[in-house]
C-alpha cells in the first residue's frame, strides 16, 4: 500500500500507518535538517512547540538541543515546495518560533547502521 506524503491541511494530528522503508523507493523526496531556534523559553511556550514537531508526519527526528539553536530536526519531505510551505507554516508567529534554518541534503554519505558494540 503507498501513500502519498500528507498534504498541508493534513499535517497536524495525523497518526496514521508508519513503516521503514527506504525513502528513495517512494519517488522523489527532499531530506532537510532544520534548526529551530524559539522566541520563548518557558515551559509552556517549549510544550507547545515539542507537541506541533511531534505531531507533523514529515518531522522524522526531533531533537532539545544546545548551543546556538533550541531544536533539531529532520524532515522528509515530497520537495522544497513542500518544505518551504512548512517552514513558514512553523514560523508565523503561532509557536513563537524565531528562525528556521534549513540545511538541505544534497547526498547521503552514510546512513545510520545500528548500535556500535564494544568500541573502547
Do not use: C
Amino acid at each position: 500500500m503507498s501513500r502519498a506524503p500528507a498534504q498541508a491541511g493534513e499535517r497536524r494530528g495525523h497518526h496514521g500507518l508508519k513503516a521503514q522503508v527506504d525513502a528513495a523507493k517512494l519517488g522523489p523526496n527532499l531530506t532537510v535538517f532544520a534548526e529551530i531556534v524559539a522566541s520563548a523559553h518557558d515551559p509552556a511556550s517549549t510544550r507547545r512547540i515539542e507537541q506541533a514537531l511531534a505531531d507533523i508526519p514529515e518531522a522524522i527526528e526531533v531533537y532539545q538541543v544546545s548551543g546556538s539553536y533550541d531544536f533539531l530536526v529532520r524532515f522528509l519531505v515530497p520537495d522544497m515546495d513542500f518544505w518551504t510551505n512548512l517552514a513558514d507554516e512553523l514560523a508565523d508567529g503561532e509557536l513563537k518560533i524565531e528562525t528556521v534554518r534549513t540545511v538541505a541534503v544534497m547526498r547521503r554519505i552514510k546512513g545510520w547502521v545500528g548500535v556500535p558494540l564494544g568500541s573502547a
